[in-house]
Antibody, heavy 115, light 112 residues
């Protein structure tokens, strides 16, 4: 059974950082292209970042509006993907999901940016 | 970025009724490789989104065949032939033809 479990969310002040983790199981992670998608309080979904697999040199792409602040990474030995978020803003408040091919989603982790 | 416009924003239906949701794109979603990367998701209350239909009309494994997708270019439709209680929630279209992937604002299906 495919499982994706996000952790690392919480309450953080504007300007601070947070690192999200997504532990996976049940599929061949090393060949999977992984994504982070967030859902705002207004229920809007927004794709944030993708990291491809080793055969594609771990190519990374970002939503323009988070480029330079967010960093996606992966550890194939741990079947995990990460999202480092720096200089957080109130508008980054959302539920953050890791996904594999849109067919598989984690349960999400809530990030609240507020003073 | 590609804008996906979903209508209606809210849909009220009775059990057994057939309903349709429209998703209109600001650009053609036909990729140069011949595929059209338009998909449909359902988010039930309190749950993560789940994939229902991919590549316009292909049913994801385990999804009941009362769901169907159609369309081409810029106009797409999700149809539910006989709504069941478990179908309630928010439906999103999503495109992956043009980077970045973008989502429609959602259509909430509720019971009348």
């Amino acid at each position: 059974e495919v499982q994706l479990v996000e952790t690392g969310g919480g309450l953080v002040q504007p300007g601070n950082s947070l690192k999200l983790s997504c532990a996976t199981s049940g599929f061949t992670f090393s060949t999977a292209w992984m994504n982070w998608i967030r859902q705002t309080p207004g229920k809007r979904l927004e794709w944030l970042a993708q990291i491809e697999d080793k055969s594609n040199n771990y190519f990374i792409s970002y939503l323009e509006s988070v480029k330079g602040r967010f960093t996606i990474s992966r550890d194939d030995s741990k079947s995990s993907v990460y999202l480092q978020m720096n200089n957080l803003k109130e508008e980054d408040t959302a539920i953050y999901y890791c996904t594999w091919s849109l067919a598989y989603w984690g349960q999400g982790t809530l990030v609240t940016v507020s003073s | 970025d590609v804008v996906l416009t979903q209508t209606p924003p809210t849909l009220s239906a009775t059990i057994g009724q057939s309903v349709s949701i429209s998703c209109r794109s600001s650009q053609s979603l036909l990729h140069s490789n011949g595929n059209t990367y338009l998909h449909w998701l359902l988010q039930r209350p309190g749950q993560s989104p789940q994939l229902l239909i991919y590549l316009v009309s292909r049913l994801e494994s385990g999804v009941p065949n009362r769901f169907s997708g159609s369309g081409s270019g810029t106009d797409f439709t999700l149809k539910i032939s006989g709504v069941e209680a478990e179908d309630l929630g928010v439906y999103y279209c999503v495109q992956g033809t043009h980077a970045p992937d973008t989502f429609g604002a959602g259509t909430k299906l509720e019971l009348k």
